[in-house]
């Protein structure tokens, strides 16, 4: 009697086993597919922060060029009408021109 009442316990016990082995198993699947999902989020973040920074940088580019355009276009429109009118005062120094003169020079050259 004893080894009837011990043949499905000992069945149960198995079942019960291998069940928690199956867990196991799963959890570490899940563990590194949840592993390779971050990794991949972690590059795609660092992708899309160079593409913004790469972005902002072609943006300021933009805007400094445009910026020394104006100014040097205005300058010239000064040294055109001062030649024209001999009585005017020459334009002040100024920074800013010195920059987009520079900056226009140095275009200059890495266009070459």
Do not use: F
């Not at 082995?21 to 570490?28: E, H, S």
């Not at 060029?65 to 100024?94: E, I, L």
């Amino acid at each position: 009697m004893r080894k009837q009442s011990l043949i499905p316990a000992m069945l149960i016990l198995a079942a019960v086993s291998l069940q928690g082995c199956n867990q196991q198993a799963d959890t570490a699947a899940k563990a590194q597919t949840d592993a390779a999902k971050a990794q991949a989020d972690i590059a795609k973040a660092q992708a899309d922060g160079q593409k913004k920074i790469v972005d902002a940088q072609a943006k300021l580019d933009q805007v400094v060029a445009q910026n020394n355009k104006n100014v040097v276009g205005a300058q010239a429109d000064a040294q055109t009408q001062a030649a024209k009118d001999q009585t005017a005062p020459p334009p002040p120094n100024n920074s800013d021109v010195a920059k987009a003169q520079r900056g226009r020079k140095q275009n200059r050259r890495c266009a070459v």
